[in-house]
T-cell receptor
Framework: DSGVTQTPKHLITATGQRVTLRCSPR?????VYWYQQSLDQGLQFLIQ???????AKGNILERFSAQQFPDLHSELNLSSLELGDSALYFC???????????FGQGTRLTVV | AQSVTQPDIHITVSEGASLELRCNYS??????LFWYVQSPGQGLQLLLK??????LVQGIKGFEAEFKRSQSSFNLRKPSVHWSDAAEYFC????????????FGPGTSLSVIP
């Protein structure tokens, strides 16, 4: 158990809908990363938050957004969902900006 | 461009046999190197990492990896595979441990037969 908690574990939704994925980092970790893992793209970095502020952006679509709350948990919002958004979404947390990150078990999103 | 390749998409080994998973990278400088394992239904777990120093790195679960600068490789090895090692293995590289810049390879799926 990495100490990073992601909910829900599985999510099935229809195209055009909006979903929110939640991540609780390890206790004390200030940095949260979001990744998308799909069969064709592999593991892709989406976005990073550090102590409530957006720190870095990767290959994140405009339909996707994230935030980190004062209690340091983070949410990834995916809207106008398409079939191609079906993937495993991972959250990872680390104590600082350049320290080892620990991954959650992921949320498997299926868009039908 | 920076990239990571894992030439073997899938490998099958017998339990008790030795294992080597290949990883090659293209990077402008000597990067930080990582191996992660993803068991079914689990997140990624760090097996080992190389930053500098001794090029043979020991990790958890009996794994080791060797950094070869001349070959731009960081191959993962285990002398005797256990059935519980069946999983997906990812090689990753980065300029440092800033995970927004870590690039993950496509993964190698390992099957273990009794």
């Amino acid at each position: 158990d990495s100490g990073v908690t992601q909910t829900p574990k599985h999510l099935i939704t229809a195209t055009g809908q909006r979903v929110t994925l939640r991540c609780s980092p390890r206790s004390g970790d200030l940095s949260v990363y979001w990744y998308q893992q799909s069969l064709d793209q592999g593991l892709q970095f989406l976005i990073q938050y550090y102590n409530g502020e957006e720190r870095a952006k990767g290959n994140i679509l405009e339909r996707f957004s994230a935030q980190q709350f004062p209690d340091l948990h983070s949410e990834l919002n995916l809207s106008s969902l398409e079939l191609g958004d079906s993937a495993l979404y991972f959250c990872a947390s680390s104590a600082g900006l350049n320290t080892e990150a620990f991954f959650g078990q992921g949320t498997r999103l299926t868009v039908v | 461009a920076q990239s990571v390749t894992q030439p073997d998409i899938h490998i099958t080994v017998s339990e008790g046999a030795s294992l080597e998973l290949r990883c090659n990278y293209s990077y402008g400088a000597t990067p930080y190197l990582f191996w992660y394992v993803q068991s079914p239904g689990q997140g990624l777990q760090l097996l080992l990492k190389y930053f500098s120093g001794d090029t043979l790195v020991q990790g958890i679960k009996g794994f080791e990896a060797e950094f070869k600068r001349s070959q731009s490789s960081f191959n993962l090895r285990k002398p005797s595979v256990h059935w519980s090692d069946a999983a997906e293995y990812f090689c990753a590289v980065g300029l440092k441990t800033s995970y927004d810049k870590v690039i993950f390879g496509p993964g190698t799926s390992l099957s273990v037969i009794p």
